[in-house]
């Protein structure tokens, strides 16, 4: 629940053109910036939040002075990177509320900044908000509206079309899920250049099938699940070949719990907890709400499948009971925004 203490914080003040920052200035703002999207998906995610909070207040202040207009757009699209990545972090721990918050001002930057992939970005993150929040409907017109938005490189547009399946999916409509998840692929084999920064603004090969997996998941049936499955091994084996340290924690985790899902509706109750095993070590030093949600959702369908009283059942019911529950107050709480 949102704590009192957020609730002045949850309209950051609309950024200004009346304001001064150097190339100087800029360069190691822009520099920092980068490094902690870079490394967003492999790092516990407080202190990252922590940085990105400053360096925010840091650039709203300078675009409350006088810019110079070279620098101006500059000064917008990486503020508004600063407050789309505050805005993933916001949701990560545990606050959607100040999460859409933050997303609009990045919007407002964007918008100065006439940055179309960052606007289709942002747009996917407020969708993916509404998503996990179960708001499915609006989680599809906000994709729809990143349509407004082409980027000229990047994978924006794949992650945003594979955001629209998988809202689609939840809604029950299969075949406007299927048209996104070719709109995604298509939009794969159009991507001219890299994401720049990349980390967590990237969506690799490994996030489009675990996000193909959750689609078929939600869309279910003999061929659903079989689809879910195969897409889910191969989100798994793609995060897997990235080294240890550079591993995406969260994205890894739900791929796993979608396989796990399916081994469930298998009555697979060793495989499920296979995979949960290894989501409940991964995630203790990166909790991030999705997983905490998907956790949840998987506990719920183990209430409800014909193993539910085995002890195995039992056993993994409790075990994500208890990761669920030791969360313990947001870090959030008491912060300002």
């Known amino acids: 629940m949102e704590s009192e203490a957020l609730m002045p914080a949850t309209e950051p ?53 006088r810019v110079p207009a070279e620098h101006a757009r ?19 721990l545990g606050h959607p509320t100040a999460a859409e918050a933050q997303a609009r001002t990045a919007f407002q930057c964007a918008e100065q900044a006439g940055d179309d992939a960052l606007r289709c970005w942002i747009r996917g993150t407020q969708s993916l908000v509404a998503y996990w929040d179960d708001r499915g409907r609006d989680a599809v017109e906000l994709a729809r509206d990143g349509l407004r938005y082409p980027p000229e490189s990047g994978t924006a547009a794949v992650r945003l079309a594979a955001i629209e399946a998988r809202a689609h999916a939840r809604l029950g409509d299969a075949h406007a899920a299927e048209r996104a998840l070719t709109r995604a ?34 869309l ?21 070949q990235e ?24 009555r ?38 014909p193993l539910q009283a085995a002890p195995a059942a039992v056993r993994l019911r409790d075990q994500i009971g208890s990761f669920c529950a030791a969360r313990g107050v947001s870090p959030l709480v008491g912060q300002p925004l």
């Open 74 to 92: 500059d000064w917008f699209r990486t503020a508004g990177l600063a407050c789309a990545a505050m805005s993933t972090a916001a949701f990560d």
């Open 185 to 218: 692929e298509q939009a794969r084999e159009e991507v001219a250049e890299a994401d720049v920064p990349g980390g967590m603004m990237e969506f690799p090969v490994a996030k489009q099938y675990a996000y193909a997996s959750s689609t078929a998941l939600w």
């Open 268 to 305: 697979d109750l060793d495989g499920a907890a296979e995979q949960v095993d290894l989501v409940l070590v991964a995630a203790t030093a990166r909790r991030t709400e999705a997983v905490l949600r998907r956790l949840r959702r998987l506990g719920r369908s183990l209430e409800r499948t």
């Open 243 to 266: 080294p240890p340290e550079r591993q995406r924690v969260g994205e890894l985790c739900l791929a796993r719990l979608d396989l796990a899902e399916v081994r469930l509706r298998a």
């Open 13 to 65: 003040a609309t950024p200004t053109r009346s304001g001064h920052g150097g190339p100087q200035n800029l360069d190691r703002f822009r520099a920092d910036v980068a490094r902690i999207i870079d490394v967003y998906p492999h790092q516990p995610v407080f202190p990252l939040f922590v940085e990105l909070r400053e360096l925010r207040d840091r650039a709203l202040k300078v675009l409350e002075r």
């Open 220 to 240: 279910g049936g003999q061929v659903g699940l079989a689809h879910a499955e195969r897409d889910a091994i191969t989100a798994i084996a793609g995060y897997a």
